[in-house]
């Protein structure tokens, strides 16, 4: 089972989402990121996983046709892969992920 932690900026971005918005984030993790995780396959097209090219080890995950999160590999903990959560919100928050 994969962990997570939240850095400061991601947790006041979830915050500026709607309740709609965080729905449909929580709802793609728990639904298609974290079972992609636990098979250790590449991720679904449709999650469109793809490097963020300006920011070495971070990820970019799309959760809405404007929905973009920003994450990371942290250090491993108990028994699967760790993630870091930096950044959610629209496609605006790739220019500081």
């Not at 939240?6 to 971005?13: H, Q, S």
């Not at 404007?66 to 108990?78: I, K, N, P, V």
């Amino acid at each position: 089972m994969p962990t997570f932690e939240t850095l400061p900026r991601f947790t006041a971005d979830l915050h500026h989402l709607t309740p709609a918005q965080r729905r449909r984030f929580r709802r793609v993790v728990l639904d298609a990121f974290v079972p992609d995780l636990r098979t250790g396959r590449p991720f679904r097209p449709g999650l469109r996983v793809k490097r963020v090219r300006v920011a070495p080890g971070v990820y970019e995950l799309t959760w809405a046709p404007d929905g973009r999160a920003t994450w990371s590999y942290g250090r491993e903990r108990d028994h699967g892969c760790h993630i870091v959560w930096r950044r959610v919100g629209t496609h605006s928050i790739l220019t500081v992920p």
